[in-house]
């Protein structure tokens, strides 16, 4: 399988921005995902970006990718307690079927 | 629209037992996938499938089995159950296109003692 790193634990207060960020090893990537994980609860589809772009926002969600570098990661502007969760970075690699590569995740913690 | 189910979500199981994981979709997706969550881990494919009848091995396929006849359902099976197959299962599904990412269900906590 391929290497999808990310930090483990990220803690901010409520209201900055938070930055996650993602490493990936297959340059051949077609997709590159972001997946937020509540408690007991299955992973949810946040956003995702197409390769060959360097830049996706979506409301206070901004995807920065960085092919060169093999560099993602996921800006939260105006952080809230409800955004609390596990992120998780996902590549996907063959465009013949939806196979993808998980990285370990990473857990944010919002303090009020 | 329930999207994908899964049952049981919690089970303790004996070294030696052999148990079948159900999941079940109702969006008509053909993709469907079992991925299992250690602690601090990120997701292992165990088993995949493009459509009914057709199943292959992801990443982690031992120790388990897969069957896929109606597009609905691909259950998980555990034939002799280790310690080392103590984990967080989950099942999910996709339609094709890959931008649309999977659709996944709740999971499953799997001990084995």
């Known amino acids: 399988g391929e290497d999808v790193e990310q930090s483990l634990f990220l803690s901010v207060r409520e209201g900055d921005s938070s930055v996650i960020n993602c490493t990936y090893t297959?340059?051949?990537?077609?997709?590159l995902y972001w997946y937020k994980q509540e408690p007991g609860a299955g992973l949810q589809l946040l956003t995702y970006?197409?390769?060959?772009?360097d830049m996706k926002q979506d409301q206070r969600l901004t995807v920065l990718l960085n092919k060169k570098d093999k560099h993602l990661s996921l800006r939260i502007a105006d952080t809230q307690t409800g955004d609390s969760a596990i992120y998780f970075c996902?590549?996907?690699?063959?465009?013949?079927?939806?196979?993808?590569?998980f990285g370990s995740g990473t857990k944010l913690n919002v303090k009020p | 629209n329930a999207g994908v189910t899964q049952t049981p979500k919690f089970r303790i199981l004996k070294i030696g037992q052999s148990m079948t994981l159900q999941c079940a979709q109702d969006?008509?997706?053909?993709?469907m996938y079992w991925y299992r969550q250690d602690p601090g881990m990120g997701l292992k494919l165990i088993y995949y499938?493009?459509?009914?009848?057709?199943?292959d091995k992801g990443e982690v396929p031992n120790g388990y089995n897969v069957s896929r006849s109606t597009t609905e359902d691909f259950p998980l099976r555990l034939e002799l159950a280790a310690p080392s197959q103590t984990s967080v299962y989950f099942c999910?599904?996709?339609?094709?296109?890959?931008?649309?990412?999977?659709?996944f269900g709740s999971g499953t906590r799997l001990t084995v003692v």
């Open positions: 297959d340059s051949s990537s077609t997709y």
């Open positions: 499938s493009v459509g009914a009848g057709i199943t």
């Open positions: 999910a599904s996709s339609y094709t296109g890959q931008e649309v990412g999977y659709t």
């Open positions: 996902a590549e996907s690699i063959t465009p013949n079927f939806n196979k993808f590569y």
């Open positions: 969006m008509n997706h053909n993709y």
């Open positions: 970006i197409f390769s060959n772009m």
